[in-house]
Nanobody, 124 residues
């Protein structure tokens, strides 16, 4: 059984920073493509960032490019999302996702496993 567990969410003022973490258990972490998505109230879940098994390959949504950084530590079975220069429009529940494959995928239906989500609230 594969499990993803996110942590690191919270309340922060605009312009501040947060780092989200997502740990995976149950299977070898290094074989997965990992991604972050987010869902704001009343909106669909949207892609934020993805990192391939080869950690040198990443991709970001235009709305977060230059502010967010995705990274992974295969030894710790963990993927991170460093969020800087946060804006009120970044407020959402952030979800970690995993796909048993190597590639760049942008849609929720591409992913095999999901975490429970962590709330990020950015005040103005």
């Amino acid at each position: 059984q594969v499990q993803l567990v996110e942590s690191g969410g919270g309340l922060v003022q605009a312009g501040g920073s947060l780092r989200l973490s997502c740990g995976i258990s149950g299977r070898t972490f290094s074989i997965y493509t990992m991604a972050w998505f987010r869902q704001a109230p009343g909106k669909e879940r949207e892609f934020v960032a993805v990192i391939r098994r080869n950690a040198g390959i990443t991709s970001y949504a235009d709305s977060v490019k230059g502010r967010f950084t995705i990274s992974r530590d295969n030894a710790k079975n963990t993927v991170y999302l460093q969020m800087n220069s946060l804006k009120p429009e970044d407020t959402a529940v952030y979800y970690c996702a995993a796909k048993l494959n190597s590639g760049i995928y942008y849609y929720t239906e591409n992913y095999d496993y999901w975490g429970q989500g962590t709330q990020v609230t950015v005040s103005s």
